[in-house]
């Protein structure tokens, strides 16, 4: 079977919920290698729900779908406040990144609370802002960010990560609608151990499957490169 679309290898999938500090239920899931204990975690932020974002936009759901089997990775993703999918809706209201930094803390400390090993934030567009706002205030491994705007992160809060020893991996397409890689790089010069790093080709959705496969061989160069070269067949069940 070839690996492409939205195929889902085999793991442990649970529906889960994430409770906030502020009293918002928050639905997701997560998926988990089927036999092994993951070697690290990623925790998912999603693109922004007033323009369709949510848990199932297609890099992270096929993350779920894939990287448990490919990578040893365990994958978190939720639908932050007043965001709806198949899955079900978050209680609470969009609240533009602001209150969403209760989403952010309740996704971290369920991965705390599972044991779950290494967390990284993986942010996408809106996703990328939460990240650099939030991610600092919690014991991550890193943080890699997908495509992003820079809209909401300050330039104050993107130079306070030169102050944290974890990597901060951006990737960032050629043909972004919002941020393109020259200007990447220079927005995140004010932290000396970022690594931008430049998709040729690439688009600010990430579509088709050449560029879902470079997103997330990027994901896993950073979180387990032993796991790379990432499987393009499995043996059919």
Known sequence: MEIRGPVLL?????????????????VGELALPESRPPV????T????????GFMDSHIL????GR?????????????TR???SPRGTSGGHFDGGGAESFDVAAAVSFVQERGLPRPWLVGWSFGTELALKYGRDHDIEGIILLSPPLHRASAEEVAAWAQVDRPVVVVVPELDDYLR???????????PHATVIAVEGGKHLWVGENQTRRVLTEIVAAVNPDALPLATEWPDA
């Open 45 to 52: 932020l999603h693109p922004l729900p007033t323009a369709g």
């Open 67 to 79: 990287l448990p089997a490919q990578a040893d990775l365990a994958v978190l993703r939720f639908n």
């Open 181 to 191: 890689p020259d200007a990447a790089r220079e927005r995140f010069a004010s932290i």
């Open 40 to 43: 690290a975690t990623l925790v």
């Open 61 to 64: 759901r096929k993350a779920a």
């Open 10 to 26: 085999p793991a442990r999938r649970e529906d889960i919920e994430l409770h906030t500090l502020d009293g918002v239920t928050l």
């Open 82 to 84: 007043g965001t709806t």
